[in-house]
């Protein structure tokens, strides 16, 4: 694997846990991102999901996010 690829941080979203409310969404400085388009969680909303790039690892979904602990940034590996 490449090691670049290791270093790279990105948000890790309990879908179970994410009521859909967009605030991660709204503040994330590099949209990286986005309401679900067809995918629900158990209590049938749609949850916030990373679109796959572009995290830099800041942090500011997790402190948005009024749901505790469901968002944790990882700090390398992949999704």
């Known amino acids: 694997m490449d090691s670049e690829k290791l270093k790279t ?8 846990s994410c009521k859909s409310c967009g ?3 709204h503040a994330c400085p590099r949209g990286c991102l986005k309401i679900a388009d067809d995918t629900y ?3 049938g909303v ?3 999901v990373y679109k796959g790039e572009g995290c830099i690892g800041c942090g500011v979904c997790f402190y948005n996010c009024p749901e505790p602990y469901a968002i944790h940034i990882e ?4 999704p």
Request: glycine share 10%.
């Open 41 to 43: 969680n158990r209590y």
């Open 23 to 25: 605030r991660c969404v």
């Open 9 to 16: 941080p990105y948000p890790r979203i309990e879908s179970d």
């Open 75 to 78: 700090k390398g590996g992949t």
């Open 46 to 48: 749609k949850p916030v």
